[in-house]
């Protein structure tokens, strides 16, 4: 199957059980309150037998992550249900993530889980990050710990393939990436930024929602140095 193929049945399923999911994180949070915790994993099943995980990250604003897990040629890809598309987050991701961060090899879902634990998304910034980069379609998403590596593969869908932690960027570079939080915990949707003084136009997007990545729909704000 093609990744349009893959993303269309994955959004197809989670919309079938979207209401039933959304009601599940709304009482598994009130639980964690009242137990003082505030991140679980669950799983929820469709009648195609599709299984989603359902990563909750905050109990306060009921933040969450939810995918299908799925075995590809290059090993377990999770695909997170986003509003009006499907993100692909490669086994490589997560191996580059724990490397970083929790130190030591783990399973992927492990370090997957840790990962949307940790990560809010902050902002989608699309153009090279890097100024080395030349990558048709390149896209950067903005998390707590530093920023997801990716394109796009099929209309607003997303692979996104490595790390970079926050103390891994250049100063210009983690400028412009906490520019893009700053919008964001202000609740900006769209930002336009400029670009470490070079003359091509950018874009960057902003949101507060952690499995949001909704493109086709918005107006683009752009500006050139």
């Known amino acids: 199957m093609s990744s ?8 197809m399923e989670y919309k079938s059980v979207e209401k039933r999911i959304l009601g599940k994180i709304r009482v598994e949070c009130k639980t964690l309150t009242r ?3 505030s991140t679980l994993t669950f799983t929820d099943r469709t009648r195609n037998m599709t299984v989603f995980t359902v990563y909750i990250a905050s109990t306060e604003r009921g ?13 377990k890809v999770f695909a997170v249900a986003g509003f009006k598309s499907v993100n692909f987050f490669s086994k490589h991701f997560f191996e580059r993530y724990a490397e970083r961060f ?18 809010i998304l902050k902002g989608i910034y699309v153009g090279p990050l890097f100024d080395t980069e030349n990558i048709p379609n390149r896209i950067a ?3 707590e710990q530093g920023v997801a590596l990716g394109s796009f593969v099929a209309g607003d869908h997303c692979a ?61 704000l752009t500006t050139n140095n």
């Open 4 to 11: 349009q193929e893959i993303a269309d049945h994955i959004y």
């Open 35 to 37: 137990l003082k915790r």
């Open 63 to 75: 933040l969450h992550t939810t995918g299908v897990w799925y075995e590809s040629v290059r090993g």
């Open 102 to 119: 929790i130190k030591k090899v783990v399973p992927v879902k492990e370090a997957a889980k840790h990962f949307f634990y940790k990560n």
């Open 141 to 143: 998403v903005i998390y």
């Open 160 to 220: 996104l393939n490595t790390f970079i932690a926050n103390e891994m960027l250049f100063p210009k570079q983690l400028e412009l990436v906490e520019r893009i939080r700053i919008e964001s915990d202000e609740g900006k949707k769209i930002v336009a930024l400029h670009h470490g003084g070079e003359n091509h136009e950018i874009q960057a997007f902003t949101t507060t929602q952690n499995n949001l990545l909704n493109i086709k729909t918005k107006t683009l």
